[in-house]
């Protein structure tokens, strides 16, 4: 049987090897974030002194590089998260920041996802400063019910602040 002559275009085939090289580094990427995700999480279960704030970023980058971040990326990673930070007695300054769109449509992470962090969040006492930045308010209830038991709880706590929200009208500034 005659063999068929096989033609390979010499294009074709760099851009494969350009392609899987791009897949090896967002493997690479990916794999080196997880690392960094499960230090953080075990500094905090660890009760590391030095970790003393953490930025949870949920995309972009931090505007400082010395800053300590951790971005979740699925429940899992919220819920670990929350045990962590719930248990942790050096954690000084937690700052929030999510994403724009999951502000306003909270597509990404469910509200369901976000109480259940807001629950381990309301037994830390160490934190000193809250921020939030892009977080939904959730008509003012996120302060008045969410987070009921952090405020009255933690004596430390001497800043507060929440930037790119809406409280939900009336409602949410009555709450409050």
């Known amino acids: 049987m005659p063999s068929k002559a096989v033609f390979v275009d010499r294009r074709h085939i760099s851009r494969c090897i350009i392609k ?9 990427q990916y ?3 997880q690392n960094t995700i499960h230090q953080i999480l075990h500094r905090l279960q ?3 002194t030095s970790l003393t704030s953490l930025l949870i970023l949920e995309s972009g980058k ?8 951790y971005r979740p990326r699925n429940v899992q990673d919220w819920e670990l998260l929350g045990q962590a930070i719930a248990t942790n007695t050096n954690l000084i300054r937690l700052d929030i920041k999510l994403a724009q769109h999951t502000y306003h449509n909270s597509s990404r992470h469910s509200r369901q996802t976000l109480n259940a962090f807001y629950a ?8 000193r400063r809250l921020s939030f930045n892009n977080v939904d308010m959730q008509d003012g209830r996120l302060f008045s019910e969410r987070l009921l038991q952090f405020f009255q709880n933690n004596t430390k706590l001497t800043s507060l602040s929440a ?7 009336v409602a949410g ?3 409050l």
């Open 120 to 127: 381990q969040l309301n037994k830390n006492r160490s934190i």
């Open 173 to 175: 500034s009555n709450q």
């Open 46 to 48: 660890q009760n590391d």
């Open 62 to 69: 931090p505007t400082k590089k010395s800053t300590i971040y």
């Open 31 to 33: 794999a080196k974030q």
């Open 163 to 169: 930037t790119h929200h809406s409280l939900g009208g």
């Open 20 to 28: 899987q090289n791009q897949n090896d580094d967002e493997h690479r």
